[in-house]
């Protein structure tokens, strides 16, 4: 078998098994990859330069079509660029395919330019990992979970590119051949008991985009306390005003210690909030049902899980939560006393985020980790609701989140990236992709706090801050992208289609806010 006729049936396969986009990294070693999708035009591929952003960018893409993506590298440590993405891949259940071209395997060990070892490189961060050359190439990704990426690493012996180029053919209807997915015995009976002898509050997190319909139902007709976090798009949803917690994370505390609820029921992805990591500890007493979409249950100690949040459309309960009248009242109060704070300190980090929420309305909204996801959630105006929101919260890092934006973001709508300095400084490559999207309006918005500020609260030592005095005029125009600095959010808004937005909050009234905001919840 040649190089190109490989090549083609690594293609070929990933092409009849559902396959519809590809993110190349271009190098001598993969040839026969880039020159075959070079000669299929009819296959969507985008090129990137450098692995990792590429590897984001292609979960972005995952995450917004619902689709496998593979990505492309040459050999060495082009591979190991994709480790960042594999990880957050696997917490996030995104079936990310990863092609890696190798040397051939008598080269393994010896030290050669452009030679590492490759084959199990991602250790237990894919569902498989195939090694093929032109003497092994079996290959199939039937049977799958498509929860975890995929690897298949390719040695190509040279001369690379060895034979004519094989025409790819796109099947009418490809489909993707799955593990029956399989809950253990009685799992509905147990859920169903929890809820019946149980008086929850939930927690709202992340959730894939086709299952917003079943959650807001369950929720709707079970009535109890809910904490819905904006990843989840179901904060501030007006069938459900009756229900969420508004005022903040600070009243799911008063909550538990309350009595009013008893116990958590998780729906999604593992929350953002704090109260979740107080589980292993503080409120290790309380009992935990969690409904997810993978296996993960986010805890250390043990928790009553299931990964199918079918489920929730086939739970019964005897009773619903009949407590909200008093919770509402005492939430909804503080909730104003927020609102209050947030229009006095308009030029306050938390207050410009409020105000500039109010611009993404009916928008895409991605939110980076850290400060940047966690003030969307107690400062975000909750009558401006977004159309969609995501971030990566698989692992929770800050590497690679303007690429996923990149991948995730939407032709139809106004997209926005809201993103903490240190965040973009990880990504600054990002951009490249901008000339090969479809998709038209671009913000990016970046907090410039001068640093980490997140740390400034936990440790109150400036070397965790990692203190800068960076503008992203520069970075904008490297990129062409059209920059705007903002010291307060202006009523009017004259927005290019690839825009960078630099907010630079008042770190005087953000000590304010914070002292203010402290003090109410002691009230």
């Known amino acids: 078998m040649t190089n190109m006729e490989l090549a083609a049936k690594i293609v070929q396969e990933l092409v009849d098994t559902g396959v519809r986009e ?213 904060r501030g949803h007006p069938d459900l005003r009756d229900i969420l917690i508004k005022s903040g994370e600070q009243m799911i505390h008063r909550i538990l210690k309350s009595g009013e609820c008893d116990s958590i029921l998780r729906i999604g992805g593992v929350p953002t909030v704090r109260l979740w990591r107080d589980l292993e500890d503080q409120y290790k007493h309380i009992p935990v049902f969690s409904v997810g979409f993978n296996h993960y249950t986010g805890l250390s100690r043990h928790i009553q899980h299931v990964n199918s949040l079918d489920l929730l459309s086939q739970v019964e309960f005897s009773s619903v939560q009949h407590s909200n009248v008093t919770l509402n009242f005492d939430d909804t109060e503080k909730a104003n006393k927020v609102k209050a704070l947030l229009e006095k300190y308009p030029l306050s980090e938390q207050g410009m985020i409020y105000s500039i929420s109010k611009k993404m309305k009916g928008g895409s909204v991605y939110l980076g980790n850290s400060l940047p996801i966690r003030e969307w959630d107690s400062c975000a105006d909750l009558d401006s609701l977004p159309m969609r929101v995501a971030a990566n919260r698989g692992a929770n890092g800050i590497d690679g989140q303007i690429s996923t934006f990149m991948g995730w973001a939407h032709s139809e709508t106004e997209n926005w990236c809201l993103v ?42 400036e070397i965790f801050i990692n203190k800068h005095q960076i503008s992203f005029e520069s970075w904008a125009k490297m990129w062409n992208w059209s920059y705007q600095q903002w010291h307060n959010v202006p009523t009017t808004m004259d927005l290019a289609d690839r825009q960078i937005i630099e907010l630079n909050p008042n770190a005087e009234q953000t000590q304010e806010f914070w002292k203010e905001l402290d003090a109410l919840w002691k009230e």
């Not at 970046?446 to 500020?453: A, E, F, M, R, S």
């Open 22 to 234: 590809f993110v190349l990294c271009a190098g001598a070693r993969n040839s026969p990859l880039v020159t075959l999708l070079d000669e299929n035009r009819s296959l969507k591929v985008y090129t990137f330069f450098e692995e990792r952003s590429a590897a984001f960018f292609a979960l972005g893409r995952i995450a917004s079509t619902r689709r496998p993506v593979a990505i492309m590298t040459t050999s060495g440590t082009a591979v190991a660029e994709l480790l960042p993405a594999a990880v957050e891949g696997t917490y996030s259940s995104l079936p990310l395919i990863m092609i890696t071209a190798d040397r051939p395997k008598h080269y393994r060990g010896t030290g050669a330019p452009q030679t590492i070892e490759q084959v199990g490189i991602f250790s237990y961060y894919n569902e498989v990992a195939l090694d093929l050359d032109a003497e092994n190439s079996h290959l199939s990704f039937k049977s799958l979970s498509w929860k975890k990426p995929i690897h298949v690493n390719v040695c190509f012996e040279e001369p690379l590119i060895d034979g004519p180029v094989p025409q790819i053919k796109i099947p009418a209807v490809s489909e993707r051949t799955k593990l029956p997915g399989q809950l253990p015995l009685g799992t509905l009976k147990e859920m169903e008991t929890f809820l019946n002898t149980h008086k929850p509050l939930v927690l709202v997190g992340i959730l894939p985009e086709k299952a917003y319909g079943t959650v807001l139902e369950f929720l709707k007709q079970y009535k109890a306390p809910t904490y819905a976090e904006g990843i989840s798009s179901l």
């Open 420 to 461: 903490g300095d240190l965040t973009a400084m990880y990504d600054l490559s990002s951009l490249w992709i901008t000339s090969q999207l479809e998709t038209q309006k671009l913000r990016v918005v970046v907090i410039n706090n001068g640093g980490g500020q997140i740390f400034s609260r936990m440790f109150k030592k």
